[in-house]
């Protein structure tokens, strides 16, 4: 495709439940990465894939986060037993190494947590 | 520990003026570093990508600069337009963890008319 995709845009779900964030990298585009902006903050980390793997899990922030990435393309976040804390923008970019790993981002989704 | 710093957070100025944005970051073994920018409610684009070889990047209107002893990089925004309103972000790469890109809290500017 011409840019990152990401859905749903909009996310709203009850607390407790299960959610699935979908990224689609550009096409190529080897490295893979998953951020969280909350309202008036910066981007936090939260894992990278190169490939299917992800090397760099460092910034989940509990076990109730959990990524996986197939065919080295589409990627999904899931979030269980979801808390009112995860509410945030979730952000996903995908880069390549012949473009010096310059980053590009999709639209993000927003998760809200009730 | 590997950290992004933007000041000011927020900036105000006439339009038509040069302006300056600053990031500055610890340890200076970098990969590269990244400047976005990010409209409310939106994802973020990519401006400027400078790579640890490389002093300086420029785009139109925009130059970046890259000091690594010193930690810093500036973007500059020649003859600033209300549509430059929007937070800007850095984004820093280090070698020793080349997977993990570290964020600066951005610096929020508007462009008066």
């Known amino acids: 495709g011409a840019g990152v995709s990401q859905s749903p845009s909009n996310k709203v779900t009850e607390k407790g439940k299960d959610v699935e964030l979908r990224c689609d990298p550009i096409?190529?585009?080897?490295?893979l990465y998953w951020y969280r902006q909350s309202l008036g903050q910066g981007l936090e980390f939260l894992i990278y894939f190169q490939g299917n793997s992800a090397p760099d899990k460092s910034g989940l922030p509990s076990d109730r986060f959990s990524a996986e990435r197939t065919g080295g393309s589409v990627s999904t976040l899931t979030i269980q037993r979801t808390q009112q804390e995860d509410s945030a923008v979730y952000l996903c970019a995908s880069s390549s190494y012949d473009r010096d790993y310059e980053q590009y981002f999709g639209p993000g989704t927003r998760l809200t947590v009730t | 520990k590997q950290e992004v710093t933007q000041i000011p957070a927020a900036l105000s100025v006439p339009e038509g003026e040069n302006l300056v944005l600053n990031c500055s970051f610890t340890?200076?073994?970098?990969?590269?570093l990244q400047w976005f920018r990010q409209d409310p409610g939106k994802g973020l684009t990519s401006l400027l990508l400078?790579?640890?070889?490389?002093r300086e990047q420029t785009s139109g209107r925009l130059n970046a600069s890259l000091d690594k002893s010193s930690g810093r990089s500036t973007l500059y925004i020649a003859a600033s337009q209300p549509g430059d309103s929007a937070t800007y972000l850095c984004a820093v790469r280090w070698y020793s963890s080349a997977s993990k890109i570290i964020f600066g809290s951005g610096t929020r500017l508007s462009i008066r008319p």
């Open positions: 096409s190529g585009h080897t490295a």
């Open positions: 400078i790579q640890s070889s490389q």
């Open positions: 340890d200076s073994a970098i990969y590269n």
